[in-house]
């Protein structure tokens, strides 16, 4: 499981390094094994000290700059000293350290009261509705905006995400847009940031499973060629693509983020990998009896959403084995 995979290995691979970084001949305490996935309390800055409060209920961290800390490190071999700055580096890639194609962007935030509606929304959406079947990230990141569908620009249109799991953080955006929330779509958001971390692992690794049920779902409205990236157009009247209808009747919680969209003329049919995403962040935000209440009448939703729990219940005995 790719991003499980990469938790276990950001754990293992520098504590190797560390203790083999000095040779025998000139053995130094190692200053390199410090903790930077914490929070202190700051009590004169209601900020910090509302994610200090927020840190030591959940045990995790919550930052809004991505320098998260420095250290002192003596000199170097030129007599000048040596201040090592530990900085969140989102497309890190454990094989081949700060990938050039990088998946996501973001500008930070410097808007404090923006910052406290994210750390809120982590404290009542997030944290307590983490599952017990994945790693918890070490940290969070609060930023204004963030950058996805850049890796293909010929194919994709950059759009603002919810949430980027890298392999030290999940980097949370839309700060802004949370104060004019509803109740459901911070419970979304809540669980998109919940599913930044475990869409990619249920996508990679259940493909098989995904395959004859949850992918199918779109089939059973049309021909066999109806399928993910179909083009909705209001103007179409070919039955070789869907008629336009909302998206919820064709069985999917959003339309593709990286096409072209025309507010009630038209939209594309999302990639799987969207698809996924979208109802995984469903189960983890929702409970049950929520999701029958504001999706019950839309067959496709809830045969996709009762599927999607399936691969839950394996992805819990999956790990339990470990």
Avoid at 73 to 98: H, M, S, T
Avoid at 183 to 200: D, Q, Y
Avoid at 206 to 220: A, D, I, N, R, S
Avoid at 265 to 280: C, M, R, T
Wanted: aromatic fraction near 16%.
């Amino acid at each position: 499981m790719r991003k499980l995979l990469y938790y276990i290995i950001g754990i293992i691979v520098p504590a190797f390094f560390v203790a083999c970084s000095d040779d025998d001949g000139n053995l130094r305490p190692s200053s390199q094994d410090e903790n930077w996935w914490v929070n202190y309390d700051n009590p004169d800055d209601p900020l910090d000290h509302l994610i200090y409060e927020v840190y030591s209920q959940y045990g995790v961290a919550i930052f809004y700059n991505d320098t998260v800390g420095l250290q002192d490190r003596d000199v170097d071999a030129f007599g000048n000293p040596n201040v090592y700055y530990e900085v969140i580096k989102l497309n890190y890639g454990i094989l081949g350290g700060a990938t050039d194609a990088e998946a996501a962007t973001y500008a930070l935030s410097y808007n404090k009261d923006e910052i406290t509606d994210g750390v809120e929304l982590l404290r009542d959406y997030v944290l307590p509705n983490l599952p017990d079947f994945v790693p918890a990230p070490k940290s969070y990141l609060l930023v204004d905006t963030l950058r996805l569908g850049i890796l293909n620009p010929a194919l994709q249109i950059p759009y603002a995400g919810s949430a980027y799991a890298g392999m030290t953080t999940v980097a949370v955006g839309k700060l802004g847009m949370i104060k004019t929330m509803t109740e459901e779509e911070k419970k979304m958001f809540g669980g998109e940031i919940l599913a930044a971390p475990v869409a990619s692992t249920v996508y990679d690794d259940y493909t098989t499973t995904l395959t004859p049920g949850f992918y199918k779902e779109v089939q059973k409205l049309g021909p066999g060629y109806w399928g993910y990236g179909n083009k909705v157009d209001i103007n179409n009247t070919s039955s070789f693509y869907p008629k336009y209808a909302h998206w919820y009747e064709y069985g999917f919680l959003k339309p593709a983020l990286d096409k072209e969209f025309r507010e009630d003329a038209l939209y594309y049919f999302p990639n799987k990998e969207q698809d996924v995403a979208d109802f995984v962040a469903l189960c983890l935000g929702f409970t049950e009896a929520e999701v029958l209440t504001t999706y019950g009448m839309y067959e496709h939703i809830i045969n996709k959403y009762y599927f999607m729990m399936e691969i839950f219940d394996l992805l819990k005995k999956d790990n339990s084995k470990k």
